[in-house]
């Protein structure tokens, strides 16, 4: 599981499912920000990202 | 370090403890993040409230009924349950108790910030007195959580006195009292000074350093710092908390006051 937020670039077209299951984040609470915009994962897995293009991973973390 | 930009700050009172001043909050926020706007909305359901229903629903089904069982995917709630929430959305009720998964609460609170406002350049800080844990998969059971950052962040004032532990000599001497049937009272006054407690008058300054771990979430992806002396510290104990916030001789650790001080020395130079 990721700790810190971190912007990826994605490598080749795939779907953010695909994208999610490759970063083994599929069950991991975390948010996705696209174009400026957070989305939750699973409301928008079958969008299609393009090679080049820029998502941010921003794991949700507890305290205490 | 990567310090992202903070635009706006912006402090939701989701029914926290009466003794949480959010303007005083917002007025030490504002002296932090100087630049940033800092606002205060109230209740957040307010704007929602034609789809209290709905939202009373969600609640609900996210409610924990056994901390070793892990919640169902959309688990169908009772009538009351669900007419317990809509109550206490239309703020008919203030009453506790409920304990419920924090990511999932998270998720419902964030249904309640427009579209457009949800960005990392907005800090969107939710204060509730909802109890909230998360399940742990290594122990297989759910634990109580003070704090859940993302977007937006959830700060439960309910969580600050439940979720980090009290000193072990306290839970020791409390099944003494329990058994001969002394005063509570009177333990919890012997350890005053080393825990937050409900009704507590120190709650908001404890929150000011919640808040800004809520923030540094945002400028550099981690909320936390391993100083057990800067505010940023994610305290397990009570004891840890009080140190951290109210007791440390700095509030934020040089890494942390530098950030704080690059951030003004560069907003100042826009």
């Known amino acids: 599981m990721k700790v810190n937020i971190e912007e990826i670039e994605v490598k080749e077209d795939k779907t953010i499912k695909e994208l999610m299951d490759e970063l083994q984040?599929?069950?991991?609470?975390?948010?996705?920000?696209?174009?400026?915009?957070?989305?939750?994962p699973d409301a928008i897995k079958d969008r299609r990202l393009k090679r080049g293009d820029k998502v941010t991973l921003i794991p949700l973390i507890t305290g205490g | 370090m990567k310090v992202r930009r903070i635009g706006r700050v912006l402090l939701y009172d989701e029914?926290?403890?009466?003794?949480?001043?959010?303007?005083?909050?917002?007025?030490?926020?504002?002296?932090?993040?100087?630049?940033?706007?800092?606002?205060?909305?109230?209740?957040?359901?307010?704007?929602?409230?034609?789809?209290?229903?709905?939202?009373?629903?969600?609640?609900?089904?996210?409610?924990?009924?056994?901390?070793?069982?892990?919640?169902?995917?959309?688990?169908?709630?009772?009538?009351?349950?669900?007419?317990?929430?809509?109550?206490?959305?239309?703020?008919?009720?203030?009453?506790?108790?409920?304990?419920?998964?924090?990511?999932?609460?998270?998720?419902?609170?964030?249904?309640?910030?427009?579209?457009?406002?949800?960005?990392?350049?907005?800090?969107?800080?939710?204060?509730?007195n909802r109890l909230f844990a998360t399940w742990e998969e290594n122990n297989k059971r759910y634990h109580a959580r003070t704090s859940v950052y993302g977007v937006p962040s959830v700060i439960s004032t309910r969580g600050l006195v439940e979720a980090p532990a009290k000193p072990r000599e306290y839970y020791l001497l409390k099944q003494q009292y329990e058994v001969l049937g002394r005063d509570l009272l009177e333990l919890k006054g012997r350890f005053k000074a080393s825990f937050i407690d409900y009704g507590d008058e120190r709650l908001t300054e404890v929150i000011k350093g919640y808040a800004m771990q809520a923030v540094f979430y945002h400028l550099v992806g981690n909320p936390f710092c391993e100083d057990k002396g800067c505010r940023l510290y994610n305290a397990h104990w009570q004891e840890e908390l009080i140190f951290a916030q109210l007791e440390s001789r700095y509030e934020f650790c040089e890494c942390h006051t530098r950030i704080l001080d690059s951030l003004r020395k560069n907003e100042s130079e826009h």
């Open chain 2, 15 to 128: 029914g926290a403890a009466e003794e949480l001043n959010i303007e005083e909050v917002a007025k030490y926020l504002r002296e932090k993040l100087e630049k940033a706007q800092v606002k205060v909305r109230g209740n957040p359901f307010a704007l929602w409230l034609e789809k209290s229903s709905d939202y009373a629903r969600k609640l609900a089904s996210i409610k924990i009924q056994d901390a070793s069982r892990k919640i169902a995917p959309e688990q169908e709630p009772l009538y009351g349950e669900v007419s317990y929430e809509e109550r206490r959305i239309l703020g008919k009720t203030k009453s506790f108790g409920v304990l419920y998964d924090g990511f999932q609460l998270q998720r419902v609170f964030s249904e309640l910030i427009a579209r457009e406002e949800r960005s990392l350049e907005v800090v969107h800080i939710f204060f509730t």
């Open chain 1, 25 to 40: 984040l599929s069950t991991a609470p975390i948010l996705l920000e696209l174009s400026g915009r957070i989305f939750y």
